[in-house]
């Protein structure tokens, strides 16, 4: 049984292939203790605020069962095109100019509504392992050059062979089996 939690819900509801879908926020996940064997946290830390970090990942921990693997990706933000805002090199923009390069974004998105942060995975790991995660792997991640639009498959091709930039990180965090004091 897959269940999701999406901030952007009013109400509980399910997925056209039958999962379920309620209302939440990571930090403030309504599920009981040692829930789930698996969470799929893909694409997500870099929209959780500063603040919510910890509290998030806190709430993850909790709500997995003892070795239940946190498994996810996040985008590289220093990746040369920010794959959110299809912006040139956004992510090197300081944060207090990036609401104003962003309304160059082909997004339609509002900055303030897209809850975007430029976030790292060492940022990501520091976290994790900071409310006791295990780290269990880290790679980088690059999308395969059919994968993206014909026009640029190119520059595809050329970044992947040079292996410069990783497009992503994916990651999987464990919860041990016993927790240390």
Known sequence: MWTGAEPDLLQETTSPSGA???PGFAHDLPFGDNEFDVINFANVFEHVAPAART???GALYRV???AGILVGQLPNPYFP???HSRLPFFGWVPRRWQPIYWRLSPTGWDFEAAHFFSVTVEDLRQVAEGVG???VLIRTFNYPAEA???AVRWA???HNKLDIFPWSWQF???KPLHREL
């Open 20 to 22: 379920r879908l309620v």
């Open 55 to 57: 509290p998030s990942l």
């Open 64 to 66: 997995l069962r003892p």
């Open 81 to 83: 095109i920010e794959s």
């Open 133 to 135: 995660f295990n780290t």
């Open 148 to 150: 993206v639009p014909q």
């Open 156 to 158: 595809a091709r050329l």
């Open 172 to 174: 999987v965090f464990r």
